[in-house]
């Protein structure tokens, strides 16, 4: 098991199975030395967990461990084109989507769940650029998505 995997543990977390794409597209992609992630949803064990918008359905914090999810399912579409996680050198930019009632500003917040979990998972290499975006809905009514940009050797 990798330095990284050996993390996950200590947090009582584990890499699930890759999620299998809903559309035409492939989970990750190798481009030079970067890895890049399709969206990424907080499928647990092929569902998930709550749906509908941030601000109304679903609170910010449900929000924010969902987005903590999404960055999970997200190593291990990238754990899926590189084979070893420790190969990750940066990770450069993460792109967070919230599926926002139309009220609700907090898109920062909530896509800390995941810039905080990759943190806390890579150290400094988990340290990146980002963008939260509040959208209208999301594939599949699910309140956040994830996409990173990782960099590697």
Same mark, same amino acid.
């Given at each position: ?10 947090l ?29 949803l907080?499928?647990v064990?092929g ?17 924010a461990?969902?987005?903590q999810?999404? !960055?999970?399912?997200? =190593?291990?579409? /990238?754990?899926?084109?590189? @084979?070893d996680?420790? +190969?990750?050198?940066?990770? *450069?930019? &993460? ?16 896509v800390?769940? !995941?810039?905080?979990? =990759?943190g806390? /998972?890579l150290?400094?290499? @988990?340290v990146?650029? +980002?963008?939260?975006?509040g *959208?209208? &809905?999301?594939?599949?009514?699910s309140p ?10």
């Amino acid at each position: 098991m990798s330095r990284v995997e050996d993390r996950l543990a200590e947090l009582g977390l584990s890499l699930p199975e890759v999620a299998a794409p809903v559309a035409a597209y492939v989970p990750a992609v190798i481009d030079g030395d970067h890895v890049q992630t399709s969206g990424q949803l907080p499928f647990v064990d092929g569902q998930l967990p709550a749906t509908g918008k941030v601000g109304a359905e679903v609170s910010p914090d449900q929000a924010a461990e969902l987005a903590q999810r999404c !960055a999970l399912n997200a =190593l291990a579409a /990238v754990k899926s084109v590189l @084979g070893d996680l420790d +190969r990750i050198e940066q990770v *450069v930019k &993460v792109v967070g989507f919230v599926a926002s009632d139309p009220s609700f500003t907090g898109q920062p917040q909530v896509v800390n769940g !995941a810039s905080e979990f =990759l943190g806390q /998972v890579l150290g400094d290499a @988990g340290v990146h650029a +980002r963008s939260a975006v509040g *959208v209208a &809905v999301l594939p599949l009514d699910s309140p956040v998505e994830v996409e990173l940009t990782v960099r590697f050797h």
